[in-house]
């Protein structure tokens, strides 16, 4: 029309019409998604080629050629996986050397665990408020009685004798709870507006950021008793636990600063010209805002965390990798495919924590992504 | 200040503005304003971008500090006392440009959450005023929505709602129609006019002039951080006495 008459009227409504049906099943599917072009075919092609190269070796050693059960090494001798061998040591793998007649301590501390962080994790769940309570002070003082035994008359286990995935998991769920309230007063403090506050977090945060973890944990090993006055002792286990958490608090800052850039100013004015103190500010119209921008990244940082909890081996704590590690040791049980089957077993561990993290947040995102629709 | 004296300085001052300067680094944006609102009146200010109309009614609730001269507001005098300026921000409301909607949180939870923290009042008593409010600029309707989900005109009515759920005795409004669709303009105005006539002492920025002849009792003109010509609307409009407001009318009034 445009090109023959500038002029133009629209001679009759045009009336809606229903979308064009897509081509729907599987066959198009494929056709559209894998083979739509020349490269894609290929690509397509070298990617099975692989898979077909490297899953059926795989499947045989984990199952085919795999010992289940047996005493000692003599089932673990035909190069499949030796999963006899992590039974054996499960007991091991899990507590560490706590006593096996105090095992039962960690069992409840894990279900009263459980049954705090559950209902916090399920939206729908009522008594939020309560049920934080519950884990940040109630919880901790139970764990920290029940696991030592100090305070409630049970038999005292000092915490050198904790290992395996128990020590991964305090360590693990203590750093994550004081990193994030950490880093977030890091991150505060660096935008803060009176200079010292502002140079004294920077500062803080330059100098755990720019230390590898393991030099961090040999220097609180080797250095902090060196400042410490002698017969004055600091619980090892408990050093470790400090140096990740404040370790990664400092990581934790510089992704909740990356979330207060990303809030316009207007928001903070709003809430200003409401008459709503810093506290409330931050508390109820920036931190929420803030936070959720920034979930992948503190999920990401978790992550991190709970797989660099297993670095507190190289200061002589044993947590999962390290019991595992030294439980390959043991003479009855030398065979080539056992250091092969712990390690595969510690990977996949970690792997399932660390997954069941990242699903659970991709969950809390799109919760929070249905509420509001973006602008 | 104690209650007594409070009360006497408010009873004929709503703001008071005497000799006050303020500087961006080197740049002098506001320079010896001196302005008196009384209670009840309404202020309409107008000037070319970049004339210092949005930093001066800033200054009214220290989301911008002046570094000399005296600020009274309501019969508190403005300084760097924290406690201070919440006690003004309080008795202060204002409406923005860009709105300034908490996008988190429903209509209703964005006009609760002041008298809830602020004021200390009950759930159910800040839902129940808020809820007037929302009536009062026309869309009760909305309350459950996000502010995502609004028009523009909308989300700026819901501002002008949350500010007054705080019962504020003076209101700001800094171009509060300029970044809305012309449709939209109207039922925003409105709402404004409605408030002018229950008595709200306003002090309004806006180039909306049909709204300034309607309502304001005063129009003030500002260009280069100084108030250049203040006048009543129709004199302001029909006989401006100074070659720069007579410059800008020609550009607005065309
Ligand atoms: N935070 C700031 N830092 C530095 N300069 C600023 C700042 N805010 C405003 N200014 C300057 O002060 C002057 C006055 O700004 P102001 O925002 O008050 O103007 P305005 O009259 O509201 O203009 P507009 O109609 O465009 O909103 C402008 O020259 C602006 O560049
Ligand atoms: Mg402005």
Request: overall charge positive; proline content about 6%.
């Amino acid at each position: 029309m445009a090109g023959e008459d500038a002029t133009f009227l629209r001679p009759a409504p045009i009336p809606p019409r229903a979308p064009p049906r897509g081509v729907r099943g599987p066959i198009p599917w494929l056709r559209r998604n894998l083979f739509s072009s020349p490269a894609n075919t290929v690509t397509t092609i070298l990617v099975l080629l692989f898979l077909a190269w490297t899953i059926p070796p795989l499947i045989r050693w984990a199952f085919i050629d795999a010992a289940w059960t047996g005493e000692d090494r003599s089932v673990c001798l035909d190069g499949g996986a030796c999963w006899a061998f992590i039974g054996a040591k499960i007991n091991l793998i899990l507590y560490g050397q706590y006593p096996p007649a105090e095992r039962w301590r960690v069992v409840v501390v894990a279900v009263l665990f459980i049954a705090g962080v559950v209902p916090l994790a399920i939206p729908k769940v009522p008594g939020k408020r309560w049920n934080v309570v519950y884990l940040l002070i109630a919880f901790p003082v139970i764990a920290f009685m029940l696991l030592t035994g100090i305070g409630v008359g049970l038999r005292h286990v000092p915490t050198d004798r904790w290992g395996g995935l128990f020590v991964t998991l305090v360590t693990a769920v203590f750093g994550i709870v004081i990193s994030l309230p950490l880093g977030i007063l890091l991150a505060l403090g660096r935008r803060s507006r009176l200079p010292v506050v502002r140079w004294l977090s920077a500062g803080f945060i330059e100098l755990w950021r720019g230390v590898p973890l393991v030099a961090v944990l040999f220097m609180a090993s080797v250095m902090l008793p060196i400042f410490l006055p002698p017969g004055v002792t600091f619980d090892k286990l408990l050093r470790a636990m400090l140096c990740i958490a404040i370790f990664y608090s400092a990581y934790m800052a510089e992704v909740v600063r990356g979330g207060l850039q990303a809030i316009p100013k207007g928001q903070y004015e709003g809430s200003m010209a409401l008459g709503l103190s810093f506290l409330q500010r931050m508390r109820l119209v920036i931190m929420p805002q803030a936070l959720t921008v920034v979930i992948p990244g503190i999920v990401n940082t978790f992550i991190a965390l709970f797989k660099d909890t297993s670095l507190i081996m190289v200061i002589g704590l044993f947590d999962l990798l390290g019991m595992l590690k030294s439980a390959t040791n043991d003479s009855d049980w030398a065979s080539p495919s056992v250091p092969a089957t712990a390690y595969v077993f510690a990977g996949l561990i970690f792997w399932i924590f660390c997954f069941g993290l990242s699903r659970y947040s991709i969950f809390i995102e799109r919760r929070l992504e249905r509420g509001r629709q973006r602008r | 200040m104690t209650v007594t004296d409070r009360s006497a300085a408010t009873s004929a001052t709503a703001i008071e503005m005497t000799g006050v300067n303020k500087w961006f680094g080197a740049f002098h944006a506001l320079r010896d304003i001196d302005l008196r609102v009384r209670r009840g009146e309404r202020i309409v200010i107008c000037g070319p971008s970049g004339s210092g109309k949005s930093t001066l009614i800033r200054c009214i609730n220290a989301l911008e500090n002046h570094q000399s001269g005296r600020i009274v507001v309501d019969g508190i005098v403005m300084s760097h006392d924290h406690q201070r300026i919440d006690e003004i921000r309080r008795d202060v409301g204002m409406v923005f440009q860009q709105f300034n909607l908490f996008p988190h949180l429903t209509i209703l939870e964005n006009c609760t959450l002041a008298p809830a923290w602020v004021r200390k009042m009950p759930r159910a008593e800040a839902e129940a005023l808020a809820m007037r409010f929302l009536e009062r600029v026309k869309i009760p309707e909305q309350a459950n929505k996000y502010p995502g989900q609004l028009s523009g005109g909308q989300q700026q009515r819901v501002a002008i709602a949350r500010a007054l759920c705080m019962s504020p005795r003076i209101m700001l409004f800094d171009e509060p129609t300029s970044s809305l669709d012309p449709e939209m303009v109207k039922e925003v105005l409105d709402v404004m006019v409605s408030l002018a006539e229950e008595g709200m002492t306003m002090v309004v920025v806006t180039h909306e002039m049909g709204f300034a002849r309607q309502v304001a009792d005063r129009v003030i003109f500002m260009d280069e951080g100084q108030i250049i010509e203040e006048n009543a609307p129709e004199a302001f409009f029909t006989n401006p006495r100074h070659e720069r407001t007579k410059l800008f009318l020609s550009h607005i009034l065309r």
